[in-house]
């Protein structure tokens, strides 16, 4: 049994209320069933499919740029507008269905960024109904990759793999003539996957998968194709979670060390605060108390909410609060407050 069961979901702080405020907005329009609205702001006329597609696209950028609190503020209107949408065009419209697709979508993304697991899982599982509804099967494959990383935050990470790998096994047969799109999503179901495997502590299966993805991301270069992110920098910071996963810190610090962040898409500041996240995390596993803090003041410059709202950021500061030695990390106690671990 998790021990989320036992106290309570883990996305949420110990007085009982959401750290992230903007969840129980996106929890009620998900509960709207059979509720119809237009898209907050756009009052007194039905959102076309134009414009939810614009909306979700602006939310989606929201989330990775780590501005979280925008994206939280524009997604409940946008899913009872999805969901009015789907229910106007009716439930066999692809068009419909895709965009229905994408809203839950991001609303994953963005559920699992802040710590609700529980409810990001609900909004994925969506997102992947929709996707195989729409009949596009690139929208599909994308949706199993977010799923993916669902379903082993769920503890379940041979099903994560399994899922990954069937998804990618099916775009697969379809890439005689591949696109730079349909070449980003096989190659970040490659990443989900490895994932998965390292949380299976199977080292074999994720550097080959990861290897793999290597291979893929010297054919696309660095892009942002679907929201996937997908592309050189976006495999070694994998390999750089994928080693902290199984035990090995040091080769996460060396990996993260040599990584060269400006080669990135512009707008990925999520990606580029989770290096040093990961750095940090890693030095506090060697006990390199005072470099860890210093990467965690790094990773608050440029997102202060990915650094709050990060339930394995806030893990790394308390254990280095447990063995907190003022004199060499001054800056520990108020970077701790500030996250809201204290």
């Known amino acids: ?63 990775q740029g780590s501005r979280y609190d925008v994206a939280g503020r524009i997604l409940p209107g946008l899913i009872r507008g999805a969901e009015t949408a789907a229910r106007t065009e009716g439930s066999a419209s692809p068009a419909a269905c895709a965009v229905r697709a994408r809203v839950y979508d991001t609303t994953a993304a963005l559920l699992s960024r802040v710590g609700e697991p529980f409810l990001a899982w609900a909004a994925a599982d969506r997102a992947m109904f929709a996707a195989e ?29 399994g899922l990954a790998m069937a998804a990618a096994a099916a775009l697969g047969r379809k890439m005689r003539a591949p696109t730079p799109e349909r070449l980003s999503v096989y190659g970040a179901l490659h990443l989900a996957a490895a994932t998965a495997a390292a949380a299976s502590f199977d080292r074999a299966t994720t550097e080959s998968l990861l290897a793999t993805a290597r ?44 990584l060269d962040l400006a080669a990135m898409p512009v707008g990925l500041v999520g990606r580029r605060t989770q290096v040093n996240l990961d750095l940090a995390r890693a030095y506090a596993m060697t006990r390199k108390d ?52 204290i």
């Open 1 to 63: 049994m998790d021990i989320e069961e036992l106290t309570g979901s883990s996305d949420r702080v110990d007085t009982g209320s959401r750290a992230y405020q903007e969840a129980s907005l996106i929890e009620q329009a998900m509960m709207g069933y059979g509720a119809t609205g237009p898209v907050d702001g756009d009052e007194g006329r039905e959102a076309s499919l134009d414009f939810l597609r614009a909306q979700v696209r602006s939310a989606y950028q929201a989330y």
């Open 133 to 161: 509804q729409s009949g596009d099967p690139l929208l599909a494959a994308a949706s199993a990759w977010r799923l993916s990383y669902m379903i082993t935050g769920r503890k379940h990470p041979q099903e994560a793999l």
């Open 215 to 258: 291979g893929i991301a010297d054919r696309t270069g660095e892009a942002n194709h679907l929201g996937t992110a997908f592309g050189p920098v976006n495999v070694a910071i994998h390999a750089i979670g994928a080693s902290l996963k199984l035990g090995d810190p040091r080769t996460a610090a060396e990996t993260g060390e040599a």
């Open 290 to 341: 005072a470099a860890a803090v210093n990467l965690l003041l790094a990773a608050e410059r440029l997102s202060p909410q990915l650094v709050r709202y990060d339930q394995a950021t806030r893990d790394v500061l308390t254990e280095l609060l447990r063995r907190e030695h003022r004199p060499s990390t001054p800056e520990l106690r108020p970077l701790a407050h500030r996250a809201g671990v």
